[in-house]
């Protein structure tokens, strides 16, 4: 009999196309997820900026409010530095001042909830 020969065997094209493909197959196999994953980061992200600008919105207006509330408050300081000085001209007229401007200043605490000194 003879011996056998063993021929080594030609790749065909459509042989290497189905490798391919098979690797593609793998390579995406865990595309779904990571697109799932980073909607999910994005969302998340997302979220996350809606709640610091509502922090920081928050924060802007309590800064408005307090600003609000300093400027009222040297109002009122100005205006009993000057009832202060009134006193040694008119002392009636600095006393009368001084419980108007007493009431402002409950008036303003009251309305705000903060009292100073």
């Known amino acids: 009999m003879g011996t056998v020969i063993p021929f080594i065997r ?13 690797r593609l197959m ?4 865990g595309l779904p997820q990571l697109v799932t994953a980073v909607d999910s980061m994005g969302r ?6 809606h709640t610091l600008q509502g922090g920081l919105i928050a924060m802007s207006n309590a800064f ?4 609000t509330m300093n400027r009222a408050h040297q109002r009122l300081q100005h205006a009993a530095q000057n009832a202060i000085d009134l006193a040694a001209s008119d002392p009636e007229a600095a006393a009368t001042r001084l419980a108007e401007l007493r009431a402002d200043y409950a008036r303003l605490t009251a309305t705000t909830g903060h009292k100073v000194g």
């Open 64 to 67: 408005d409010q307090a600003l």
């Open 44 to 49: 998340t992200a997302e979220s996350l900026c």
């Open 26 to 29: 793998e390579a995406t196999a």
């Open 10 to 22: 030609q790749p065909k094209p459509m042989d290497s196309a189905i490798l391919l493909a098979d």
